[in-house]
């Protein structure tokens, strides 16, 4: 850690999909500190672009008890991690299309604050619908196309409330790839 001496880190808690580590440091005036870090894989996320129009998913998010609409997005499933693999398995599972093009528009952190976790952010085009493949934990989800206007119109109004997509919408506007 830069300008901490770490003093120890453990483990606290663990499952499948993520890790919470305890560590403690030494601040460079000399007050000892305690930080806990949430350690969860990368993940991608995907623009779906055609004719001006975004494919947004809504699905059922149990920690706010709610459905919302969000770009598709998803955590590595391959072994070797590769995030723009996971953008066409994501796209194919979540809305049934496969790209023809996928271009990585970046990375960002999820909330550095707190976690390691960070994404890559992708806008996909030369859609074809192929059907979806839904996994357990995504029953009940729903895949539809919205306009680019629609989906701004939807963040100021705040019916998009995943900061996820709406960081990665608002990258993909100020590179102009949507």
Not at 17 to 41: S, T
Not at 86 to 93: D, K, N, P, V
Not at 137 to 146: A, D, H
Not at 158 to 170: C, K, L, M, P, Q
Request: glycine share 10%.
């Amino acid at each position: 850690m830069q300008d901490l001496s770490l003093l120890s880190s453990s483990i606290v808690y663990e499952n499948p999909w993520l890790r919470v580590r305890e560590d403690r440091f030494v601040r460079p005036g000399g007050a000892e500190g305690l930080y806990g870090v949430v350690e969860k894989d990368d993940f991608a996320v995907i623009a779906a672009v055609a004719d001006g129009r975004v494919q947004l998913v809504e699905q059922f998010r149990y920690p706010v008890q709610g459905r919302y609409w969000e770009l598709p997005q998803g955590v590595a499933k391959s072994a070797n991690g590769d995030l723009l693999e996971t953008a066409r398995i994501e796209l194919r599972e979540e809305t049934g299309f496969v790209a023809e093009d996928i271009v990585d528009a970046g990375p960002l952190f999820l909330a550095y604050g707190m976690t390691t976790q960070a994404y890559r952010v992708f806008v996909a085009t030369g859609l074809t619908q192929v059907g979806t493949a839904l996994e357990a934990e995504e029953e009940g989800l729903i895949s539809r196309s919205f306009s680019i206007a629609e989906v701004e119109r939807m963040i100021i109004a705040g019916e998009i409330r995943d900061s996820v997509t709406v960081a990665a919408f608002g990258l993909l506007r100020l590179k102009g790839l949507i």
